[in-house]
């Protein structure tokens, strides 16, 4: 900031902004050029009609920025999830997807440029999402605490939701001097922490056979127990198993509760009747279990991964993309437990979360539907994102339905 073009009372207003935020975010907060006149326009050769009464999609090239401020207007608060990688931040030009805000060097807050830029985009995503809806974005060590700080801004810290370590790489760079990094990282936000609740996930089949097992052959099917006493805070009383055997523990249980558990043969005396009880918890009872927030490589796959499946769809000729697996994606948009999720990534680059919606829908009879916001960069629409969509869709027979649109708008002045 020139502090020399301010007036006094420019000057007054900054330092009272500076004052009254002693930590957190410090950034230049410019406003970006928005025309007035935006509108959409059917991209009508681009269109893709399969089947009526199935999801339909919507692709927009154009500037997101411009999209978000046209999209407030029409589907406010309706989205259940927005998940997005941003552009990077670099200085070097030498990104993999090029970016704004390495030709700004006056900047004297090195990455305020960035900031800006995510900051007016990020409030309108707000804006579009549920109450119950959340965002998820993909960023890495380097941005990720300017991002965290942003998004706390933003959504409210209590909003946070998870901030989850993908493993984006298997191999350590043997050449570094200090630590090699295997890691990215997924922000979660909710608009509402209050009125969330992720999807669980179904047990890990490795440990469903280690564990449960049906030593009685009971007919519920599998089982594995689970401990009955606790040593504090319970009185203690005497149970007997059915071949005569006395126990006396404090019991997590009443005894009124125990009777029920016994008569309904939910208690476990061991293989020959003599051994502490245990209770008996049945897998076709269980409602799976809660997500972490470490992602591995191999679950979800590394960030080659991404790249090799986009070579199935395209032939990328040596250009510099690195998309997210489409396995991550999916992972990330089935954390929503509406499987007719109204989607959005509006950094759609290639278009990896469009397959990964469509995937998704046919994996699990969802019917969810995204909508997908690019620009044009280096020919990414016209080259990248739009044939892959329209390949994927031939090739595997999808019966789903993409309306195209460009958007049109007064140009900035600057
Ligand atoms: C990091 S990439 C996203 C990659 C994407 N997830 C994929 O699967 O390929 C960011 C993409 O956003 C696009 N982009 C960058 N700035 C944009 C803007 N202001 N409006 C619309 N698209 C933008 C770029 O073309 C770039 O491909």
Request: aromatic share 12%.
């Amino acid at each position: 900031m020139d502090y020399h073009t301010l007036s006094k009372e420019e000057l007054i207003a900054h330092i009272n902004e500076l004052e009254n935020k002693p930590y957190g975010l410090v950034w230049e907060k410019r406003e970006e050029f928005i025309p007035q006149n935006i509108t959409l326009r059917h991209n009508h050769e681009h269109h893709i009609l399969k089947a009526q009464g199935q999801p339909t999609h919507t692709l927009i090239e154009g500037e997101n920025l411009y999209a978000l401020t046209l999209l407030k207007k029409h589907i406010y608060d309706s989205l259940d999830v927005i998940c997005f990688v941003p552009p990077y931040f670099t200085r070097n030009n030498d990104l993999r997807y090029t970016d704004n805000f390495s030709s700004n060097k006056k900047n004297q807050f090195k990455y305020s440029e960035w900031i800006n830029f995510m900051y007016h985009r990020l409030v309108i995503a707000k804006d579009l999402l549920k109450q119950d809806g959340f965002i998820a974005v993909h960023i890495d060590e380097k941005m990720h605490p300017y991002l965290q700080l942003l998004m706390n801004d933003i959504f409210g810290e209590s909003n946070f939701v998870s901030d989850i370590t993908w493993q984006n790489k298997y191999g350590r760079a043997n050449d570094k001097k200090t630590i090699s990094s295997l890691t990215e990282y997924i922000l979660i936000y909710a608009k509402n922490q209050k009125n969330i609740q992720f999807a669980r996930t179904a047990l890990n089949q490795e440990y469903v056979n280690k564990t449960y097992k049906n030593h009685d052959n009971d007919k519920r099917g599998a089982w594995r127990t689970s401990q009955l006493y606790k040593d504090k805070n319970q009185k203690s009383y005497k149970v007997t198993s059915p071949c005569g055997v006395e126990w006396e523990k404090p019991w997590n249980v009443t005894p009124e509760t125990f009777v029920k558990l016994a008569y309904d043969n939910r208690i476990w005396w061991g293989k020959d009747g003599t051994a502490q009880p245990r209770k008996k918890i049945f897998l076709a009872e269980s409602n799976g279990q809660v997500e972490i927030n470490l992602w591995t490589g191999k679950e979800y796959g590394y960030v080659g991964d991404g790249k090799t499946e986009l070579e199935k769809w395209i032939p990328l000729k040596g250009k510099f993309l690195y998309p997210k697996p489409v396995q991550l994606e999916k992972k990330i948009l089935s954390l929503h437990p509406n499987k007719n999720a109204k989607i959005m990534d509006f950094f759609a680059g290639s278009g990896t979360l469009g397959q990964a919606v469509m995937e998704l829908n046919e994996e699990d009879g969802g019917k969810r539907e995204c909508l997908l916001i690019t620009n044009n960069e280096n020919n990414i629409f016209d080259e990248i994102t739009y044939p892959r969509l329209r390949n994927v869709i031939e090739s595997r027979g999808f019966k789903e339905n993409w309306l195209c649109y460009h958007l049109e708008h007064e140009k900035d002045p600057l």
